[in-house]
Nanobody
């Protein structure tokens, strides 16, 4: 199985950028679609973005389209989430997750079997 570790979170101001990383170990990332999800206090976990194993297909939530970009470097066993023009409503714990279901990148958390521990992103106004 694969282990995932997120990094890159922090405290930034509205309009700033951050790049989150999701580093994998235990198994090559090429076996998995990778998704990013986030959970704000008192809210349900929500889908952010996902990418296919080869990187050819991506899908983004409407709330982040045009601001966030998901990418992957399978040689480094890492997936990235570039977040630009951050807003206070982007404040959440961000999780990456791996799906080995050989399907198009999914927006459903239940399709992802392996999860990282999360990294906090806080955007001040």
């Amino acid at each position: 199985q694969v282990q995932l570790v997120e990094s890159g979170g922090g405290l930034v101001q509205a309009g700033d950028s951050l790049r989150l990383s999701c580093a994998a170990s235990g198994r090559p990332l090429t076996y998995y679609s990778i998704g990013w999800f986030r959970q704000a206090p008192g809210k349900e976990r929500e889908f952010v973005s996902a990418i296919s194993p080869g990187g050819g297909r991506t899908i983004d939530a409407d709330s982040v389209k045009g601001r966030f970009t998901i990418s992957r470097d399978n040689a480094k066993n890492t997936v990235y989430l570039q977040m630009n023009s951050l807003k206070p409503e982007d404040t959440a714990v961000y999780y990456c997750a791996a799906d080995s279901g050989w399907r198009n990148p999914s927006t459903k958390a239940n399709d992802y079997k392996f999860w990282g521990q999360g990294t906090q992103v806080t955007v001040s106004s």
